[in-house]
């Protein structure tokens, strides 16, 4: 696992490099998560971003308006296999942890077991998982809304678009 911070500018290029030494074929995305729930409206957020910043098309899953949850993760994952069989899946998703890592991103081989921060019971998915730290472990800090959280979910959202732009710009 890689584990790269948001307020380093060299950590861009770190993540993105490592990304596109990860997704050798097209890779397909993956955002997971919902707009009902701020610091889970992560997913979403790069999803969009990434829709409107790629130079070329990809395929992008959960968006604004058009989220990955709980309730639908399983069918979408599903359905992205069956349509994209021999493509990596990168999975997006917001998660928690210590104060100290809130701001970090975490790219791993082996996709992401999400909806562990709301303690769901849900399989591991993906073949390559990044996830934004936007909370402090507790559910109430996950569930907070305020002005400070929401630049840090968008600054945390941008720079996870902005790496899989560049990964696959020098690919």
Partial sequence: MIEVSVDNPTDLQKIATALQSKTQAQPVYMCIG????????????????LNESMPYPCFVYGMHEQNITAENLMYSYNFIKTLHPNSPIVV?????????????????????????????NLPSIGDVGIVGIVAEKGMGDFYTLNSEKDR?????ARFIADAIVMSNQTA
Avoid: H, M, Y
């Fill in 34 to 49: 919902t707009e009902k729930v701020f610091s889970d409206s992560l997913g979403p957020r790069v999803g969009t971003l």
């Fill in 92 to 120: 997006i998703d917001a998660a928690v942890g210590s104060v100290e890592q809130i701001g970090k991103i975490q790219l791993s081989d082996g996709g992401i077991l999400p909806g562990a921060a709301t303690n769901k």
């Fill in 152 to 156: 840090l979910v968008s600054r945390v």
